[in-house]
């Protein structure tokens, strides 16, 4: 670890990102530098000694909603969403590798020639090795989404948190790219998350979280050295707890 790196209170956490923020202004797919400057967060943030765990979604090349909106039968549409995901997952590994970073796809549907099968307690070990685990292929199960992907790694892997990286820098009464007077919470049951719909993760996704205590911290992946800095107690977010 470089000997100016700040300090953080956090071991072990979890980064989710949607597929979208990988695409850049593209309006679709991968851009590679808008993923290596993502990977670039994540760097300062393992220079720090910090565990990281990798959700990566696919609503950028499919999603499984889409397609059965179209007339295509669901689960093999979900199935889509999720090796969509793979390829995410496999762009992330490429940039983090880039910089020097040592990481791990970890597959929920065995593809053994391109991805790791997920063995929890091998997960264990790659991150106690400080390598990055990015998780890929959802939950494996056509119906979920990566929001509960997430969800369920961060409990199995014991992360402290859930750090949602997204275009605003935290969670508001009502959409506040299209109205001026939204309020950004700073804080916010999980309980009135789901009363109040507040768009932070879908609803299974947050139960799971409730139950489990798990808090999710929903933050700007826009602004730069954002992850870093609220790891280390700086910046704008929203804290999704009990
Ligand atoms: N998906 C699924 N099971 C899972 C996770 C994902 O079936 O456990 C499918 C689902 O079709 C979803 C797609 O994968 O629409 C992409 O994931 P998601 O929509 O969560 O991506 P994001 O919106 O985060 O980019």
């Known amino acids: 670890m470089p000997q100016d790196a700040p300090q953080t209170s956090f071991n072990r956490v979890m980064l989710k990102i949607s597929g979208e923020a990988l695409m850049g202004d593209q309006g679709f797919g991968l851009h590679p530098p808008t993923v290596e400057r993502i990977a670039r967060e994540v760097q300062s943030v393992h220079e720090m000694g910090v565990e990281i765990c990798m959700v990566i979604g696919g609503g950028n090349i499919f999603r499984g909603l889409q397609g059965s909106a179209q007339g295509m039968e669901r689960t093999t549409a979900d199935y889509m969403g999720m090796l969509a995901t793979v390829m995410n ?86 959409d506040p790219n299209k109205f001026d007077d939204a309020k950004r919470y700073d804080d916010v049951s999980y309980d009135d998350v789901l009363a109040k719909r507040l768009g932070v993760m879908d609803a299974s996704a947050i139960a799971l979280a409730r139950d489990n205590n798990l808090p999710i911290i929903v933050f700007s992946l826009d602004e730069p050295g954002g992850f870093r800095g609220i790891l280390s107690g700086e910046g704008t977010y929203t804290r999704v707890h009990g």
């Not at 940039?95 to 063995?119: C, D, K």
């Not at 091998?122 to 199960?141: D, M, P, Q, S």
């Open 89 to 174: 997952a496999l762009a992330m590994q490429s940039s983090l590798e880039g910089l020097g970073i040592h990481t791990r796809v970890i597959s929920a549907i065995t593809m053994n020639e391109v991805a790791e099968p997920y063995i929890r307690r091998r997960a264990v070990r790659h991150l106690e090795k400080k390598r990055v685990c990015i998780f890929a292929a959802g939950t494996g199960n056509p119906y979920f989404t990566t929001d509960t992907a997430a969800t369920l790694r961060a409990n199995e892997m014991s992360c402290e948190a859930i750090f949602k990286g997204t275009k605003v820098d935290g969670v508001y009464d009502k």
